[in-house]
């Protein structure tokens, strides 16, 4: 899901948390912990648009396990507000993500993602480069820039990353 639609849903989502823990910390956790996940993707999108490599789904900080292994800790050691806060937040980015992202049904899990060699081709099959960067280019237009930016200084027009796009496509034809 965009970034600017995670820091609304993360804001709300953080004052219900305030409202259950009484701790007013609780909305820029939540908060924190609702946006900043998505600074993973930089690496990928470097890789991607800047280096115009085949597409790359690391983003390490979206997984399942993380969320299982918070929610494991705080039923080890009880849930303080800052670990509710960081559990809500992660976990409402993970499962927007993973109703709006249109992906597979574990691409949010790290492990499978490891297991399909963190290819974007393979974890998300519709995954569309042009429409993808439209979408960063709105949502994070210095960042944007600086992607073109760099591509121009390289002047790198052969773009290795689009057949495998369309590649992408063509898979989920197949797979329909
Ligand atoms: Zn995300």
Redesign the pocket.
């Known amino acids: 899901?965009r970034p600017s639609r995670?820091l609304a849903l993360s804001a709300g989502v953080g004052v219900g948390v305030w409202a259950i823990t009484g701790e007013p910390w609780s909305i820029p956790v939540t908060l924190g912990a609702g946006v900043l996940?998505?600074i993973d993707h930089a690496p990928d999108l470097w890789w991607t648009f800047a280096l115009r490599r085949k597409p790359t789904a690391t983003f390490l900080l979206?997984g399942w396990e993380w969320l299982g292994a918070a929610i494991a800790f705080g039923v080890w050691f009880g849930f303080p507000w800052w670990l509710l806060a960081l559990i809500v937040g992660h976990g409402f980015?993970l499962v927007t993500?993973h109703i709006f992202n249109g992906g597979l049904t574990f691409s949010y899990s790290l492990i499978y993602r490891a297991s399909q060699g963190f290819q974007m081709a393979r974890v998300a099959p519709g995954w569309d480069f042009d429409y993808a960067f439209k979408v960063f280019k709105k949502e994070m237009p210095p960042a944007a820039w600086l992607i073109e930016w760099w591509v121009k200084r390289s002047g790198s027009s052969d773009c290795e990353a689009r057949p495998e796009a369309h590649k992408a496509e063509e898979r989920l034809d197949v797979q329909r």
């Open positions: 899901m995670h996940v998505d979206h980015h993500d």
